[in-house]
């Protein structure tokens, strides 16, 4: 192109620029009001990016391989750093115990049953075994886990059932009905006498012949200058020997005597004593009471026993002697070894796990704690623990007392075993319905360990012309549902049942009852069942305690025991600002209430359950 024709292609260009679409220039400016021609912007195309080929041959270039490997390996070297991390961290991290697995009669209380007094079936004055069966539902709802009931043989034969009891049909019918309500049943065992109507004291007091079979199945003795062997003394009372004029000999009686002493010493005495525990256990039976424990093997040299220092009273007492050579000998405990030896023939085969309790019934725990094991050896699962019978409160520092006693019993407790708790029993006074009875209820039920309940306690019964065997109070009907209408029951009935009775406290929210199936639930709670214990703040009046397990909510328990309300500041003993109403004794407290633990009132008698 010459310079004339690109001179031309400029002016022309110029001239499109000035001109309108539509019409004539006005003063250089488009017809629109748009801008002037020197003032219009250059329209930009967008940016389209690189094609597909350009791009593939750009991210092959080394550069970019090298970088996308690199980056790659170090996300996978990252990975691998973290799980590593994490994996570290759960191994060595400190974690809470594993919850030990607890055997039935660990988990869950018990209720004892004076058969005698439970229920009668069939009318005739008597609690039998098919009156207990008849209140297995109400065993279940008060979220017990075994019932212990008396010994369903009478004292003339091992092996049957009392008629006074019932038949061995009601026994297995018993049974039957406890399991299937998920309960266990134990039963008493007395091993150390038995009735004088018994065949083997019968064909053993007949004579002392060599080829009498049963002439050494009980303790027999000559006396001396016509007394008895030596000094030993009935717990009843007077002399422990009786004598018989038809071996011209005396026979040992730890008791009454019509409840002869059998002898352990004789190998056929062991293995047929050993067979009936066998029936027993065979028939259904969980778990077995040994009554009179301490007093089964007796010093052979039948020597004679100390006088107790510490004793001032009638010389003819039990309690006038010291009771080395009548209790806690060696051969007693060699004795339990062999019972729960006995009973661990059960455990085999897929059967269950036969309980052995030992009552013993001493006032020196350490003594009392030995019946667990003996060099080494098993024997008792449970020896139970007399310390807080009928606790009442008031008197003089019941909180710092009370609290002494459930600390000793747990200081002596030999390692691995659990502790148990009774308040009640037919050998002692009944807590009653009175100031103190609920929050002995809740101490029992709540202390680390298994609690034995004392039937009717939980509807608060009172003891009957000096007796806690009483009746139990059902309803408000006549005979209080013990009994038919019109019978008269085999020992008197307390005169308040028709206030005081199960039908009439399950109808009422704030009922004893009520608060004892509360407690009883509670118990499941994980800090109950596996928890630690500890002091709270207790005092002179106040009985408190912790339960606390990792990973569970915490509870604080605390009653007053004395005669006045008090006032006290549990955050000064670590605990936190304020605690939630779990249960409290007078079921008044609002559920979820949130207490100030800086000055918690309690009144007398009143006890509250806390969680923090």
Partial sequence: MSANDLDKAEQG????????????????????????????????????????????????????????WTLLVLFWLAWIAMLVGAIVIIVTAPRCAPRPELEWWEHGGFLRVFTRSFRDSDGNGIG?????????????????????????????????????????????????????????????????????????????AASKADDNAFKDYYVWADG??????NNWLSVTGGPAWNYSAARDQWYLHTFQPEQPDLNYRNADVRAAVMDALRFWAARGADGFRLTSAKYLVEDAALTDEPANPNYSGDPGKYDSLSHPYTTNTEETHSLLQEFRTTLDEFAKDGDSYRLLLADVMDANVRQVVKYYSSNGTREADIVLNYDLLAMQGGGDKPGNKTFGRIQSWINNLPDGKRANWMIGSESSPRVGGGLYARAANLLLLLLPGTPLAYYGDEIGMADVNGLSTSPMQWNNTDNAGFTNPGVTPWTPLAQNYSAVNVGTQKQDASSLLSMF??????????????????????????????????????????????????????????????????????MDRGKDEKLKLNALALQPGEAVVLSY
């Fill in 13 to 68: 260009a110029a001239e499109k620029l000035t001109k309108p679409e539509n019409g004539s220039p006005e003063d250089g400016k488009a017809a629109d009001g748009g801008l002037d021609a020197d003032e219009v912007e250059p329209k930009l195309a967008p940016f389209a990016g690189m094609g597909k080929e350009e791009l593939l041959k750009v991210s092959s270039e080394p550069f970019w391989v090298y970088t996308r």
């Fill in 128 to 204: 039998d075994l098919k009156g207990i069966e008849e209140k297995a539902d109400y065993l279940k709802e008060l979220n017990v886990k075994s019932v212990q009931i008396s010994a369903p043989y009478g004292a003339g034969n091992f092996t049957d059932v009392d008629p006074d009891f019932g038949t061995m049909a009601d026994f297995d019918s018993l049974v039957a009905a406890l399991h299937d309500e998920g309960l266990k049943l134990v039963v008493d065992f007395d091993p150390n006498h038995s009735g004088m109507d018994h065949p083997w004291f019968v064909q053993s």
């Fill in 224 to 229: 001396v200058g016509g007394n008895p062997p």
């Fill in 517 to 586: 199936m509360a407690a009883t639930a509670l118990r499941d709670e994980p800090a109950f069942q596996w928890g630690g214990f500890s002091n709270g703040l207790t005092s002179d009046s106040v009985l408190s305690f912790r339960r606390e397990h990792a990973g569970a909510t915490s509870y604080l328990v605390a009653a007053n025991l004395g005669a006045v309300a008090t006032t006290q500041d549990y955050t000064a003993a670590g605990f936190p600002a304020e605690g939630t109403v779990v249960l409290s004794t007078g």
